[in-house]
T-cell receptor, first 116, second 119 residues
Framework: DQQVKQNSPSLSVQEGRISILNCDYTNSMFDYFLWYKKYPAEGPTFLISISSIKDKNEDGRFTVFLNKSAKHLSLHIVPSQPGDSAVYFCAASLVNSGGSNYKLTFGKGTLLTVNP | DTEVTQTPKHLVMGMTNKKSLKCEQHMGHRAMYWYKQKAKKPPELMFVYSYEKLSINESVPSRFSPECPNSSLLNLHLHALQPEDSALYLC??????????????????FGPGTRLTVL
């Protein structure tokens, strides 16, 4: 059973426009969410995160929105640039009563293509 | 600085070879991870070390043997691998927020990976 879902395998947008990447989760215990960007044959690069006590976090061109009641988060990139073309993974972690979260549950990723 | 380094970048090995993958971080992180990633798939967790002790082994076959010599280094020893073990092997590290309370802020930072091909 896939606990983190990215239902769009790919997305294509024009340079300068907004890119919106979506992610849904099923486990209501998840309380920390991250977005990673990945180029082929490279490791994932951390982009932005949000905790369950917030509904929005912004960092430059990247904004993540969290809707806990809908178990949905989205990543907005404005304005989109050709260098943003990559696979974007949504990941979630679960509060561990012992303290630290170890396991990241990843979605399958969305390939974003930003056309010049 | 959020850099995790991995060597080698590429590795080709036969099924009877013994080789090791290395990972290093100097961010003072106390949790380190090994992941395996196949093409067009998300990373799959293999092992977690916390304070140099193995915390999680995700039922990984014994032909993969992790080692954490100190808080900055993580190795993955490989022996008698199969062609289906060919993948991108990723190392990651995180702060390790410690016991007690809400620990939901351990961002994991990934290295560039080692592309392993088993012939």
């Amino acid at each position: 059973d896939q606990q983190v879902k990215q239902n769009s395998p790919s997305l294509s947008v024009q340079e300068g426009r907004i890119s919106i990447l979506n992610c849904d989760y099923t486990n209501s215990m998840f309380d920390y969410f991250l977005w990673y960007k990945k180029y082929p044959a490279e490791g994932p690069t951390f982009l932005i995160s949000i905790s369950s006590i917030k509904d929005k976090n912004e960092d430059g061109r990247f904004t993540v929105f969290l809707n806990k009641s809908a178990k949905h988060l989205s990543l907005h990139i404005v304005p989109s640039q050709p260098g943003d073309s990559a696979v974007y993974f949504c990941a979630a972690s679960l509060v561990n009563s012992g303290g630290s979260n170890y396991k990241l549950t990843f979605g399958k990723g969305t390939l974003l293509t930003v056309n010049p | 600085d959020t850099e995790v380094t991995q060597t080698p970048k590429h590795l080709v090995m036969g099924m009877t070879n013994k080789k090791s993958l290395k990972c290093e971080q100097h961010m003072g992180h106390r949790a380190m991870y090994w992941y395996k990633q196949k093409a067009k798939k998300p990373p799959e967790l293999m092992f977690v070390y916390s304070y140099e002790k193995l915390s999680i082994n995700e039922s990984v076959p014994s032909r993969f043997s992790p080692e954490c010599p100190n808080s900055s280094l993580l190795n993955l020893h490989l022996h008698a691998l199969q062609p289906e073990d060919s993948a991108l092997y990723l190392c990651a590290s995180s702060q390790e927020t410690g016991a007690g309370g809400w620990g939901g802020t351990d961002t994991q930072y990934f290295g560039p990976g080692t592309r392993l091909t088993v012939l």
